[in-house]
Structure formats: C-alpha cells, structure tokens
C-alpha cells in the first residue's frame, strides 16, 4: 500500500496484483513528482507521466483509407464489397490465379496496371516467334481475334478494357491512381471488340478457345448480345465441362433478361459456373439501368460512378454493369488465392469453380431496400460474406485426399474439352464464313460492351 498523499499529488487509485499506483498530479508536474519520488524511495522501480491512448478503429465518420492509392476514398465500391477486413488478413488475391479478360483489350502502358499482367511463360517476348505454337507471335500478355484475324495486338483502342482491368487489379499500394479489388492477379486480355465497342461473336468463340489454352481459371465477359448463339452454347458447355468460372455483366438495358434475351449472362441460368452481375448504386439499390432476373442475373455489385483507369495513364468515372462484374471476378480471384495460399489446395488441378461460384452467391449480402428483393437470385457481393461461406463449403468437401478422383476428373474433362473444342472450331469457322459473306449488318451477329 501507497501513501494516499505524496507532496501535492493524491493517490487515484491502484492495480494491487501488477503493483501499479496511479497519482493525481494536477497539482504539480509529473516532472517534479517522479524526482523526488525516486530520491525519497528506493523501493519504486519507475516513474512516469500518464499517456492518451486511442482506438486501433477507424473514425467512422472519415471515408476509410486502406491503401497509399491517392483516389481510394472516392472508390465507394470497395467499402460496400467490404474489402477491409479480407485485406486486413493479407487475403489480397494471388498473382498464380489467370484471369483471360474478353473485351477491348488493355492499355499496356498504364502506370497503375502493370504489376498484374500475365505473362505467357510459353512465349519468348519480341522475338519474333510463335515459340509456343499457338498460332500467335508473341502473344505475351495476350492475343486479339478482330474479324477472324488473329494477332498479339491488345492494345486497348475503346477504353473500357481497360477500365475493367482496373476494378479487377490496378496496381495498389503504389501512390498513384486507385487500388484494384484484388491486389495480385495475372490479367491476360483477349481483344475482340474493335474501337468502337463493338465485336463479332465468332471472334468470341476464338477468344473462349484461347482463354482455355492459356488455362484461365477465370473469364471475364462485360459485354452482351441480344440474340442466342448455337456456338456461344457449345462454348459455354465446354468452359462448364472444364471447370472454367465465367463471370458477365448482366447488362444495362433495365430489362428482365429472364423473359428477354441476354447473353452470354442468360447462359448463368443453365450453369453453376457462370454468374451474371448487375450493378447497385451507393444506397446499395439495384440501379436503374441494370438488367435483373432471378434466374439470369444472380448478384450484383456496386456499378454506378465507379472510379478506374483511362486510355493514355488517365482516370474516368463510368457506369454500368460492364463495372460492376469486373468486382466479382476479383473477389473470384481472392478465393482462389485464399484455397491456394490458406488452405495448400492446388487450384490447377483441383475442381473448384462451382464451389467458388457458391460461396460468392451464398456470401451477398441482402438489398436493405427489399423491394429489390427477388430482382437477382441473391443480394450483392459481399467479400467477407463469401470467405465464410468458402470455409463451410470446405470442410463439406475434403479437397486434400481426392487425389486419384482429381486425376480422372483431369482426364475425362480434357476428353471432353477437346471433342467440345472441336465443335468450336467447326462453328466458329461457320461462322466466320457467314460474315465474310454477309456485309449486312442485320445479318451479322455483333455484341456490344455493356457501359452505359
Ligand atoms: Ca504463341
Ligand atoms: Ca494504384
């Protein structure tokens, strides 16, 4: 026990059990105090002055910043997807996860892009030579199929390629621009869609049948087309066949596309593999804009003002659900990277696209605004919600002990694949015939982006 006065200061109280004495010291300084006091008593180990200590939280009325990415307060997206806590565990995506991005390509040179680019390990950059054999010089960081010609050229010449890419991994943490859903990601584009936004469907099938060679785990669809496709069906039989996770911007017509034609996203209500996003505004309402449908649109994502990257190193605030999808293919990727990096699964050889594509749809979150409820099979991406899910759906399902069973599952899905990929090549080339005979633009079956 402690005097309860010692000069001008006053005993306050004490912690007995860790020998701690606390002294009111408003009537003198703490300076003057711990002196004497250590002068006049050798048995007091320390003295000092008391410290104002703060919560670890972050003020809830200040816009949350995570990341040195300077434009991130303005990415209202990411609070909603609640990327704070995942990102706070270091579950920021894995660079060993492809996702091909069918659209108009990238911009290359963009600063805050470049990190996540793939990189064709079968390809010898600039030399000249189709070292992999896949038909295309130098398809480094991806390939282009403009009107049945194919190339390595993927410069992004619309914008919204690259503006895509952006929401799925711009370059974070790097004190520039805006930090991407997933912070390590291996992006590889498959150009299709010309300067004007706009596309031919047999240049898609191409584009599905390169996806699957490079050994996407993920394609990435921000665009549609009004009109059902016999060639885009055996595409999407083959990409279900080999576990390949699709993800499509539902579209921006504001129509119910369970009653009207949308594709590929109506191709989700056939497959578990395949989701279909619409976009939600920052009250987290399903926009106006956005297609719905409980069967063909099955979750959204926020979609509406969503800051990302430009042509020529800019930035651009866009809409659409074209910008809401791009967030479920990263959330996709952090999966991905949390099975590989968490949970030692082998996502190269194991099966794991359905269990991926449940545990998103069973982690949303429910519009606070129900009239939307019904509008989508589920509510909106919810990252945090999706991680658990993804832990339930494992220990329903022992990944680690299923080696032989991995195996034939390898083998029978490449024997499939490959009868499927014939038919794509026979309907691809059929379809490539037609439009080099047809110039009537009635008669071609163009696709367009889906921004708004
Ligand atoms: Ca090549
Ligand atoms: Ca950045």
Redesign the pocket.
């Known amino acids: 026990m402690r005097p309860r006065h010692i000069g001008n200061a006053s005993l306050v109280s004490s912690a007995e059990t860790l020998g701690l004495y606390i002294y009111d010291l408003s009537n003198t300084s703490a300076a003057v105090f711990c002196s004497c006091l250590m002068h006049s008593d050798n048995t007091i180990a320390f003295c000092e002055p008391d410290q104002r200590v703060s919560l670890s939280a972050v003020d809830a009325q200040t816009p949350p910043v995570y990341t040195d990415d300077p434009l991130i307060p303005k990415q209202w997206g990411l609070q909603a997807l609640g990327v704070q806590t995942p990102w706070s565990r270091h579950i920021v995506g894995y660079q060993g996860v492809r996702v091909c991005l069918m659209d108009s390509g990238i911009d290359l040179s963009h600063p805050d892009l470049q990190q996540n680019l793939y990189s064709n390990p079968g390809?010898v950059p600039g030399n000249g030579i189709?070292?992999?054999g896949?038909g295309?010089?130098d398809?480094v960081h991806g390939a282009a199929f403009l009107n049945g010609q194919k190339s390595n050229d993927i410069n992004d010449q619309n914008g919204h390629g690259t503006l895509v890419a952006g929401v799925i991994g711009a370059t974070t943490n790097n004190g520039i621009g805006i930090a991407g859903v997933s912070w390590n990601v291996s992006m590889m584009a498959c150009r299709f869609m010309d300067a004007s936004g706009q596309g031919q469907l047999s240049d898609a099938v191409s584009c599905y049948d390169y996806c699957l060679t490079q050994r996407a785990h993920i394609i990435h669809n921000s665009w549609g087309s009004a009109e059902f496709s016999q060639a885009l069906s055996v595409a999407f039989q083959a990409l279900s066949n080999r576990d390949v996770l699709v993800v499509t911007s539902a579209g921006n017509d504001g129509a119910d596309t369970d009653t009207v034609y949308h594709y590929p996203s109506g191709f989700s209500a056939m497959y578990k593999t395949v989701l279909s996003v619409g976009a939600i505004d920052q009250s987290l309402a399903l926009a106006s804009l956005s297609n719905y449908g409980a069967k063909t649109v099955q979750l959204s994502a926020p979609g509406i003002s969503i800051e990302g990257l430009a042509l020529g190193g800019q930035y651009v605030v866009e809409s659409g659900t074209s910008f809401a999808a791009p967030a479920v293919t990263a959330m996709a990727v952090m999966l991905y990277g949390y099975l590989k990096l968490n949970h030692s699964i082998n996502i190269d050889t194991q099966n794991v696209a359905t269990l991926i594509a449940d545990a998103i749809l069973n982690g949303t979150s429910p519009y606070p605004d129900t009239s939307y409820t019904g509008k989508t099979a589920q509510g909106f991406a919810y990252l945090p919600g999706s991680l658990t899910s993804l832990d339930a759906g494992l220990a329903a399902v022992n990944y680690q002990t299923t080696a032989i069973g991995g195996a034939v599952g390898v083998v029978v899905g490449i024997v499939i694949g490959l009868v499927a990929m014939f038919f794509i090549m026979l309907l691809a080339f059929y379809l490539y015939v037609r439009y080099q005979k047809s110039r009537s633009p009635i008669d071609e079956q163009a696709a367009s982006l889906d921004r708004n």
């Open positions: 390809e189709d070292d992999d896949n295309i010089v398809d």
